[in-house]
Structure formats: structure tokens, C-alpha cells
């Protein structure tokens, strides 16, 4: 079955960055997204990347820092993550749907960023 495995989190310093990865099995989906929600917030939207990569989409609080992008030969979405900010503090999800708007159909189960003043 559809299986997210996101990677790559941990604690860094503000300024520094860090790449996330999402490892997606058992389909290939029109939309994939990242995700992020911080402690007693709700969940937000971060960046969405089409099926090819032609196409991307970023919140304005990450515009111009973050960059999302694809490689379809191993199904694996990818959020590089530049200047963090101690308010970029979240649990990062990866997303996936199957058409090219609406909800999404899968999620994985996460990954914690935490940065540092």
C-alpha cells in the first residue's frame, strides 16, 4: 500500500539549514506536498510540487528560504530548507494526492525540526 517516510530532521542553529526527505511507495500521485504544524497550532501549508516538477507553490513564510523538488525515478520529494528561524520550530509532514487540487489523500508521519535562537 501508499507509504510516506519523511527523514532528515533535527535541531539546528537559526540560520542553518537542513533537507527533509520523503520517501513515497506504492503509487505515483499528481500532488506532493510538505506540511508543517508547531506546538498548540494548527497544521499549515509549507510547498507543493506537481508530478514533474514543473510547477511549485510555497507559502508566503517560507517564499525565497525553502525549495521543494522531486526526483521521480525514486519517488522521493525533497524540502531544502535555508535561514531557518526559531518560529520554523514544527513537526514537517509529506503529502501526497491523487488529484491536482483538493485534499490529500496520505501523509506520513512526520519529522521534528527544531531551531535554535
Known amino acids: 500500500q501508499v507509504q510516506l517516510v519523511e527523514s532528515g530532521g533535527g535541531l539546528v542553529q537559526a540560520g542553518g539549514s537542513l533537507r527533509l526527505s520523503c520517501a513515497v511507495s506504492?503509487?505515483?500521485?499528481?500532488?506532493y506536498g510538505w506540511f508543517r504544524q508547531a506546538p498548540g497550532k494548527e497544521r499549515e501549508f509549507a510547498a507543493r510540487?506537481?508530478?514533474?516538477?514543473?510547477?511549485?507553490y510555497y507559502a508566503d513564510s517560507v517564499k525565497g528560504r525553502f525549495t521543494i523538488s522531486r526526483e521521480k525515478a525514486k519517488n522521493t520529494v525533497f524540502l531544502q530548507m535555508n535561514s531557518l528561524k526559531p518560529e520554523d520550530t514544527a513537526v514537517y509532514y509529506c503529502?501526497?494526492?491523487?488529484?491536482?487540487?483538493?485534499?490529500?489523500?496520505?501523509w506520513g508521519q512526520g519529522t521534528q525540526v527544531t531551531v535554535s535562537s
Open positions: 503529502a501526497v494526492r491523487r488529484l491536482i487540487a483538493g485534499e490529500y489523500d496520505y
Open positions: 506504492g503509487g505515483t500521485f499528481s500532488t
Open positions: 510540487i506537481n508530478w514533474d516538477g514543473s510547477i511549485t
